[in-house]
């Protein structure tokens, strides 16, 4: 979560709910009480200021996580009949994003928000939304085409029960508000292709 945008800001602060997003250190992934200073490294960072003057007020709006679909990649999965066909994306509350298909359950596809912090999804929102298909397919998980909490983990997936192959394709959207005004991370072009191997 960022830092605040105006107000009180500090480098320790508390870890209470109303002071977690006014403190460096916890946004840092620090204790609060940890000892730290505007000239190191970290918080220069995070500041945006690598040398010269700094103050607090370089912290305002700042955050230290950062958001990213680059890692997810097109899914398939592949039975041979009689069986049924799936693959599927799951992202995690915590900022992590995994898959299963017919020969994988839990493989992690790395990190729509890093570092992955726990409970980081109640403060933002995802939309799956379809561009393209082919073939007979069955989409299973959350609804598409709207945009859903990640206060809990949502699974989007595909499954055939035909021989052959479907597929569909995906615009996949991050925003840090429930309308999607401010997206964070998108990523155009994902498949999910499901065959059943004739």
Not at 80 to 107: H, K, L, V, W
Not at 139 to 157: C, D, H, I, K, Q
Not at 161 to 176: A, K, L
């Amino acid at each position: 979560m960022a830092l605040v945008t105006e107000g009180e800001i500090s480098i320790g602060g508390n870890a209470t709910s109303g002071g977690r997003n006014r403190s460096i250190n916890i946004e840092l992934g620090r204790a609060a009480g940890a000892t730290s200073n505007l000239n190191e490294t970290a918080l220069r960072t995070l500041a945006g200021v690598s040398s010269g003057a700094i103050s607090l007020a370089n912290f305002y709006n700042k955050s230290n996580i950062t958001f990213s679909l680059s890692s997810v990649t097109d899914l398939d999965g592949m039975v041979f009949p009689p069986g049924t066909a799936y693959a599927e994306f799951r992202f995690q509350a915590n900022g992590t994003i995994t898959y299963g298909n017919n020969s994988t359950f839990d493989a992690s596809m790395g990190n729509w928000a890093s570092p992955t912090t726990t409970g980081i999804g109640s403060s933002y929102w995802i939309r799956f939304t379809q561009t393209a298909s082919s073939g007979t397919t069955t989409e299973t998980g959350a609804t598409r085409g709207v945009w859903l909490s990640l206060s809990s983990g949502r699974t989007y997936g595909l499954e055939r029960t035909e021989n052959g192959q479907g597929y569909r394709q995906y615009t996949i959207e991050i925003s840090s508000d429930s309308g999607g005004s401010t997206i964070v991370a998108s990523k155009t072009g994902v498949y999910i292709f499901v065959e059943v191997i004739v």
